[in-house]
């Protein structure tokens, strides 16, 4: 039988609320296969640093590198608290994962589960994926202030975006569309960001030519949000950078019923060191502790660990069962536990 190493990381805010119902959901889908999952918890997060001063050890990273994969519930404060300015958790925590762990697909699945209940009159058909890329763009860090308070301060973040990563990123979003609707959309900013997006359209450009059976169309990022609402069915497989991509899905979380429902992968598909899964939402400081928080999405985000673990079949069983309780829920309020519960339930039905 199969040993998979499993870090568990349940973070700040509503992360432990969903982390305890997306753990008791992989056990179920899992209880009778031949696949035994060996969990260590890892106690990192906003939390962590307010109580010892560090947020991503040397250590930790190591002791995460040995696991399989990572499940991860959110991590942060409260924007602005000033007692975590600097610890910088998304940075030298999240990201650092997405960096250390060369992560660089995003994977983002949207789709719209007949019976949740959207913010779309006539939504029609939504399932998409965003394939965002992870390690580059916006987020590397790359930026720097002079002059800092004064009247002549100079801010710069700079988007990074190599051949090879561009590339890399590309490619995967191909392979997916020929798998999936055969449809592809590059998002990006083409007619401003000359140099990011113009490294961004030749390669896709380029990988097109090889793909010759898949449809190749091209958005400016403020467009594709107003197609997001009005057409949300046209998209199957969109590509874009870290930032767009982050923007882009939160939006099309909100769109097909809600971030608490939209998973998320931070993939290194080479397969050697592990992939994190986690929701796309963050810690939601708002209705933390109150068991409000709706876990589908880390559920999901375990159909999606699974799926990447090779798993298919308990991955699909977790994708069914929560199509499932969607179908079914009402207008009345569940708590956090109540769903987790009932999408567990339906695994052992
Ligand atoms: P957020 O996603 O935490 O919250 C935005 C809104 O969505 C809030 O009103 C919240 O209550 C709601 N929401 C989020 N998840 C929900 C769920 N499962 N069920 C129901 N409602 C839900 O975004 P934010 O407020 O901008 O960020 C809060 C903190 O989380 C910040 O510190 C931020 O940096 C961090 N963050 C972390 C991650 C991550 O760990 N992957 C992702 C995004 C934000
Ligand atoms: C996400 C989050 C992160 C991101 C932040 C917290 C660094 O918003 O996973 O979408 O921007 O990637
Ligand atoms: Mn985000």
């Known amino acids: ?88 958790i998304e940075r030298g925590l999240l990201l650092r ?39 580059e763009g916006a987020y590397v860090g790359n930026g720097g202030s002079i002059r800092r308070g004064t009247p002549h301060e100079i801010a710069n973040e700079t988007s990074v975006n190599t051949a090879f990563g561009v590339e890399r990123v590309v490619r995967y979003a191909f392979e997916l569309a020929e798998r999936r609707r055969r449809s592809l959309t590059l998002v990006h900013k083409t007619n401003v960001l000359v140099h990011a997006g113009g490294i961004w359209k030749r390669i896709v450009d380029q990988v097109a030519a090889e793909h010759p059976d898949v449809a190749v169309d091209y958005l400016h990022v403020d467009a594709a949000t107003i197609f997001l609402v009005t057409n949300p069915g046209r998209f199957d497989v969109i590509v874009t950078d870290n930032l767009f991509g982050d923007i882009l899905t939160d939006l099309a979380g909100a769109v097909t019923g809600g971030i608490g429902l939209a998973a998320s992968g931070s993939i290194n598909p080479d397969g050697v060191l592990p992939s994190t899964f986690e929701p796309v939402h963050g810690s939601a400081p708002d209705i933390a502790g109150q068991q409000k928080a709706d876990p589908t999405a880390a559920i999901l985000s375990v159909s999606l660990l699974l799926d990447h673990l090779g798993l298919r079949e308990a991955a699909d069983r977790i994708t069914h069962a929560v199509e499932e309780d969607i179908a079914a829920r009402g207008a009345t309020a569940r708590t956090t536990t109540q769903i987790g519960d009932a999408i567990v339930a339906r695994l052992q039905a």
């Open 97 to 135: 994962l997405r960096f250390e762990f060369d992560q660089y697909v995003n994977l983002r699945p949207a789709k719209l589960y007949p019976g949740s209940t959207g913010p779309l009159a006539d939504p029609g058909e939504i399932d998409f994926v965003v394939v965002r890329e992870g390690t």
């Open 1 to 88: 039988s199969r040993v998979v190493k499993l870090a568990v990381v349940p973070g700040d805010g509503i992360g432990p609320e969903v982390i305890a119902e997306a753990v008791k959901v992989l056990d179920a889908a899992t209880a009778h296969s031949d696949v035994t999952f060996e969990r260590s918890h890892f106690a990192l997060g906003a939390g962590r640093y307010l109580d010892t001063g560090d947020t991503l050890t040397d250590d930790d990273l190591d002791a995460l590198r040995s696991h399989d994969a990572i499940l991860l519930g959110a991590v942060g404060g409260v924007p602005g608290d000033p007692r975590l300015k600097d610890a910088n």
